[in-house]
């Protein structure tokens, strides 16, 4: 995607680094293989494009919950997982890794996604508002007065999570503390994010009223966070003045070169079949899911 308001995670690469009752098999035994790098593709196999700093998403031990969907998947194709790391961010995935052959899919891209092509989507879900259980906010819109009357707010950089700040007129008057997430590391030439962890924990000891995430990034730790908080999906869209929303709600897909409709092609299939095991999965992480097209 070339717009940011046109993106959820990944495709921020595109758009804000281009300016500069089922029992789960577990990871040991899915028997996935970590490789390096692979040199070429066999057709038994199945090469996912991961990182060892993507938590929750991908990690090092494959704990990550879309690295357990992709060994998912792979076992409904009837193929081995084969994870090939990087220890760069998720956003580097397509450019370092699938552009480069290395691997074959990348988990949870926008259905669209200019970069790639996406498979059906495999869950839907959005932007939440995370809060502490006890401070009874319920608002869902981020314009609701509720909202409006906090003070501090927890926010992943490069997100529409900016845009609501500045439309309510809380963003100046939280820049110093939103840099204070990352030790006050400058976001020019390089990559600088809040991790989600850091955003739970900052609502839960109190020093962020709102936190504001794409819900597959801060869901696993609202869920086993000691502190009851209370995680709310964004139910509006931001207008914008020319009339293009900056939405809330987004398709999750599998993201494979331009030239390997083939794969997708089988991928689709997979996804059909797995479905049940993808959705226990999900569930398994807390993140909430929408109905297609809402």
């Not at 820049?175 to 990559?191: C, D, G, I, T």
């Not at 900056?246 to 494979?256: K, L």
């Amino acid at each position: 995607m070339s717009k940011l308001h046109a993106v959820s995670r990944l495709a921020v690469l595109a758009a804000g680094l281009a300016f500069p009752g089922l029992v789960l098999l577990s990871t040991a035994s899915a028997a996935t293989v970590e490789k390096d790098k692979a040199a070429s593709r066999n057709p038994d196999e199945l090469r996912i494009c991961a990182s060892t700093v993507e938590a929750p998403f991908s990690a090092a031990d494959s704990s990550g919950f879309e690295d357990r969907v992709a060994v998912v998947l792979a076992q409904a194709m009837g193929r081995k997982p084969v994870f090939v790391r990087n220890d760069k961010p998720g956003i580097y995935l397509v450019r370092d890794q699938l552009d480069q052959n290395n691997c074959d899919v990348v988990m949870g891209v926008d259905v669209g996604d200019e970069r790639v092509l996406t498979s059906k989507p495999y869950y839907r879900t959005g932007y939440v508002l995370v809060t502490k259980a006890d401070r009874n906010i319920t608002a869902s819109a981020w314009d609701d007065q509720q909202i409006k009357d906090q003070t501090r707010f927890a926010v992943r950089f490069y997100s529409p999570a900016e845009t609501m700040l500045k439309r309510i007129g809380r963003f100046e008057d939280n820049a110093a503390y939103m840099y204070s997430l990352v030790n006050f590391k400058s976001r020019r030439n390089q990559w600088v994010q809040v991790p989600g962890d850091r955003i739970v924990t900052e609502v839960a000891g109190g020093e962020a009223d709102v936190g504001i995430a794409f819900a597959p990034e801060v869901a696993r730790y609202v869920k086993t966070s000691s502190t009851p908080l209370r995680m709310t999906v964004i139910s509006k869209d931001i207008d914008q003045p020319n009339g293009e929303p900056i939405h809330m709600h987004y398709d999750q897909a599998i993201g494979v070169r331009k030239n390997d409709p083939g794969l997708l092609a089988e991928i689709n299939t997979a996804l059909e079949k797995a479905r049940p095991q993808i959705e226990e999965i999900l569930k398994q992480e807390g993140i909430p899911l929408l109905d297609p097209n809402t």
